[in-house]
C-alpha cells in the first residue's frame, strides 16, 4: 500500500486558510463604489448563515401637529421627513436586536415637492441620510435605489424608505 506523505508546513497553511476563509464567510462584505466617497454601496455580499429581515415601508409621522395632517407642513421638507423617517425605522432596528449597521438595502421613495417645481429634493434627502450612513460612528453602508413617485398614501408624505437587515 502506497504512503502518503503531507507536508507539515502545507498543511498547517491549508488549516489557517480554512480558518480564515470560515470566519470571513460568516461577515458581510461591502463593495465600496470605486473612485467615489458617494455615501452608497456598490455591492453587499450577504453569507449563507444570515437571516435577512426585510422591513416594511416607513413613512414620517407628523411633527407640527396644529398643521393639517395631510399637508407637507404636518410633516416638514424633505429632509425633515427623511430624518424622521430614518429615526423610526432606527426604532423598529433597535426593536429586533438591529441598529443602522445592520442595513444591506433601502428603496427610497421620494414625492416631488410643491417648494421645488414638482422636483424631488434630492439634495434635502441626502441632507438627512448621511446623518445616519457613512459617519463616523456609523460607516456601513446599504446599497440603495432612489425614485420619483408620483404620490404616496397621504398627500403630505414627500419620503417613504424601506429596508432589508441581515442578522449574522
Known sequence: MPRSFVNPALAASLGIFMLLAQANASEVIRHKIPGTDFPVALAIEIPANATLVNFSGAVPSVIHANQDKTSVAAYGDTQAQTVNVLQGIEQS?????????????????LVGDPAKQGHMDFAGFMQGYTRFFGTAQQPLLPTRSVFQVAGLANPGYLVEIEVTAVRP
Open 93 to 109: 432596528l433597535k426593536s429586533l436586536g438591529m441598529g443602522m449597521r445592520d442595513v444591506v438595502k433601502m428603496q427610497v421613495y
